[in-house]
């Protein structure tokens, strides 16, 4: 059985970071592209991260470059999100999402994702 967990999400200032924590079992880890999302209420899961295989290539949506970032550790099945400068736009539930893929091409679409973990609030004060 496929298990994600995400940790690490709570409340911080504006200005301040986080880092969310998302470990998988029940996979062979290596082989999944990983990514993170996050949603608000009443609005569509939108894209946040990604990472490739080894976590040598990543991507991420505009509006967190230069603020987020995301990596791996294969040797512990665990993907990371550090989010830093963060502001009460990046408010949501950030959940993780697993992709087997065969090409090693990183996704951004949440249908081309095959597991998902039950999200961490991340909430932002001003």
């Known amino acids: 059985q496929v298990q994600l967990v995400e940790s690490g999400g709570g409340l911080v200032q504006a200005g301040g970071s986080l880092r969310l924590t998302c470990t998988a079992s029940g996979l062979t880890f290596r082989r999944y592209i990983m990514g993170w999302f996050r949603q608000v209420p009443g609005k569509a899961r939108e894209f946040v991260a990604t990472?490739?295989?080894?976590?040598?290539?990543?991507d991420s949506a505009d509006s967190v470059k230069g603020r987020f970032t995301i990596s791996r550790d294969n040797a512990k099945n665990t993907v990371y999100l550090q989010m830093n400068g963060l502001k009460s736009e990046d408010m949501a539930v950030y959940y993780c999402a697993a992709a087997l893929s065969l090409t090693g091409a990183l996704r951004r679409s949440e249908n081309e994702y095959n597991y998902w973990g039950q999200g961490t609030q991340v909430t932002v004060s001003s």
């Open positions: 990472i490739s295989w080894t976590g040598g290539s990543t």
